[in-house]
């Protein structure tokens, strides 16, 4: 009898033999007196040291330690949510502070820039018609754009531009006499009281 | 209806004490024989019992094996070998005794070992005998496969080694218990 055979032996006690091996032991153990004689002594050595080795048992003093032991470990880790919802607010959590990161490496500019408030300004008074009520209000809010255009086109922070046109408001703003607010009638005294 | 280990465990992690408590229960026997058994002279089987049960309930939350019994093994064979291997850098066979004695003279004894006293003894003292007389690995395979049915893939994981090597060590400790226990076997050969 071969070693594989003694192992084969061995496997189909165990319960780890594909159907397929274990018709092939089979027929080995029909031809062969000493495979049968090793698988009969193999099951009598295993049973009678099932039957006759002692199960001695830990102290019980033992066992209520170990459960002490897990009700302290658990209460140190108690989480009043259900499994699934702890899951999910860890996921958030860790998403939101990959972007967070994410954002904090790529951007190269500080968060509130002179020129983001020009860009929101600009954005603003663009969005905001209802807030300028005459004609001359309405100029003025042209004016402002424009020189906000071609203040952010000269510094490079932007390619956008109405062309001649914006130029032509600028250098009217840009005047002295512009500057006064010309539009409006009111003198400081009776703007400011 | 007796629940699996699989449904015990979850309920554990779930926060329900009872069902680890039912879990130490069921495998308290077979884990203190395999630690009375493998455990080195001088270890104190009750606390060893307590240190694995305790490192499996640390690592139950990550638990995602099949066969629960033979995931506890392993922890307690890593536990035995981390102990052997401390109580082995404690004492040295150079140290000498207080007697002033070498050590080493009270290794090998002239007495008769319990391998050549298993004749007189009772069968299960006998077999009893006769397993602790097998070499480490030997003895781990057969007490594995025997007492707690692990297949030979399950035992292969808790020794680190292929599934071959540990068909092979259960071939030679079968071997081995039949010499020892010669004229219990012995029989079996003549009559067939």
């Given at each position: 009898m071969t070693t594989n055979t003694e192992q084969q032996v061995l496997l189909a006690m165990s319960g780890e033999l594909s159907p397929a091996q274990q018709e092939e032991l089979e027929a080995k153990l029909r031809e062969s007196n000493a495979a049968t004689l090793y698988r009969e002594q193999a099951e009598r050595i295993m049973s009678d040291a099932r039957q006759h080795l002692s199960d001695a048992a830990p102290a019980p003093e033992s066992i209520a330690n170990i459960i002490?032991?897990?009700?302290?470990?658990?209460?140190?880790?108690?989480?009043?949510?259900?499994?699934?919802?702890?899951?999910?607010?860890?996921?958030?959590?860790?998403?939101?502070?990959?972007?967070?990161?994410?954002?904090?490496?790529?951007?190269?500019?500080?968060?509130?820039?002179?020129?983001?408030?020009?860009?929101?300004?600009?954005?603003?008074?663009?969005?905001?018609?209802?807030?300028?009520?005459?004609?001359?209000?309405?100029?003025?809010?042209?004016?402002?754009?424009?020189?906000?255009?071609?203040?952010?086109?000269?510094?490079?922070?932007?390619?956008?531009?109405?062309?001649?046109?914006?130029?032509?408001?600028?250098?009217?703003?840009?005047?002295?006499?512009?500057?006064?607010?010309?539009?409006?009638?009111?003198?400081?005294?009776?703007?400011?009281? | 209806m007796d629940q699996s280990d699989a449904e015990l465990i979850s309920r554990y992690r779930e926060g329900d004490i009872d069902a680890l408590e039912r879990l130490v229960e069921r495998h308290r026997r077979p884990l203190y024989g395999y630690i009375?058994?493998?455990?080195?002279?001088?270890?104190?089987?009750?606390?060893?019992?307590?240190?694995?049960?305790?490192?499996?309930?640390?690592?139950?939350?990550?638990?995602?094996?099949?066969?629960?019994?033979?995931?506890?093994?392993?922890i307690a064979h890593n536990h035995v070998i981390d102990e052997s291997r401390r109580k082995r850098a404690l004492l040295t066979l150079d140290e000498p005794l207080e007697s002033g004695e070498a050590r080493i003279a009270h290794v090998a004894s002239a007495d008769a070992t319990p391998c050549e006293q298993v004749v007189d003894e009772e069968l299960g003292s006998?077999?009893?005998?006769?397993?602790?007389?097998?070499?480490?690995?030997?003895?781990?395979?057969?007490?594995?496969?025997?007492?707690?049915?692990?297949?030979?893939?399950?035992?292969?994981?808790?020794?680190?080694?292929?599934?071959n090597t540990a068909l092979a060590r259960m071939q030679y400790a079968l071997a081995k218990l039949r010499d020892i226990l010669t004229d219990d076997y012995a029989a079996m050969s003549r009559t067939t």
């Open positions: 002490h032991q897990a009700r302290t470990m658990r209460r140190g880790i108690i989480i009043p949510f259900p499994q699934p919802v702890v899951r999910a607010i860890a996921g958030a959590a860790a998403l939101a502070l990959f972007v967070t990161s994410w954002l904090a490496l790529t951007s190269t500019t500080p968060t509130s820039s002179p020129v983001d408030d020009l860009h929101t300004i600009v954005a603003m008074v663009s969005e905001q018609d209802d807030f300028f009520q005459n004609n001359a209000e309405l100029a003025e809010r042209e004016r402002m754009l424009a020189l906000a255009r071609q203040l952010l086109i000269m510094e490079g922070f932007t390619e956008e531009t109405n062309g001649e046109e914006d130029e032509a408001l600028l250098f009217e703003v840009l005047e002295p006499t512009s500057l006064q607010l010309n539009n409006t009638s009111a003198s400081p005294q009776e703007i400011y009281g | 009375i058994r493998m455990g080195r002279v001088g270890t104190d089987a009750d606390e060893v019992f307590q240190e694995v049960w305790l490192r499996a309930i640390r690592k139950m939350t990550r638990y995602r094996q099949k066969n629960f019994l033979g995931w506890l093994m392993r006998r077999i009893e005998a006769a397993v602790t007389c097998l070499p480490e690995e030997q003895k781990e395979v057969f007490l594995l496969r025997t007492k707690m049915d692990l297949p030979f893939k399950e035992i292969a994981k808790i020794q680190h080694v292929s599934i």
